[in-house]
């Protein structure tokens, strides 16, 4: 399986962005989806997931800020972000899981993507 991430870039504090992940997977409407982000000398976090049954987790850093959806028509992953932070600055990471979701652990999911960087400054 392959996920290709894309959408990021640069913007200001409270800015917005809208990140997607397109999915080669035959079975995408059965996989469990997250996004995962990574800032430099920090370790990979949770921000958020969309379960293959309609359950969704986010990360409390991110709630009410993040929006997590899928189009299982596209094969597609999104993630908008608004009312973006300094602190939210990471290269985020589309992971994938043939099965369903329960936590918002990096382990438990077993297909990533090369991640897309997002740079917000204040």
């Known amino acids: 399986v392959q996920l290709v991430e894309s959408g990021g870039g640069s913007v200001q504090s409270g800015g917005s962005l809208r990140l997607s992940c397109v999915s080669s997977?035959?079975?995408?409407?059965?996989?469990?989806m997250a996004w995962f982000r990574q800032a430099p000398g920090k370790g990979r976090e949770g921000v958020a997931a969309a379960g293959r049954d309609g359950k969704i987790l986010y990360a409390d850093s991110v709630k009410g800020r993040f929006t997590i959806s899928r189009d299982n028509a596209k094969n597609t992953l999104y993630l908008q972000m608004n009312n973006l932070k300094p602190e939210d600055t990471a290269t985020y990471y589309c992971?994938?899981?043939?099965?369903?979701?329960?936590?918002?652990?990096?382990?438990?999911?077993?297909?990533w993507g090369r991640g897309t960087q997002v740079t917000v400054s204040s």
């Open positions: 992971a994938a899981r043939g099965g369903p979701l329960s936590t918002l652990s990096a382990p438990l999911f077993n297909n």
């Open positions: 997977s035959w079975a995408y409407s059965r996989d469990s």
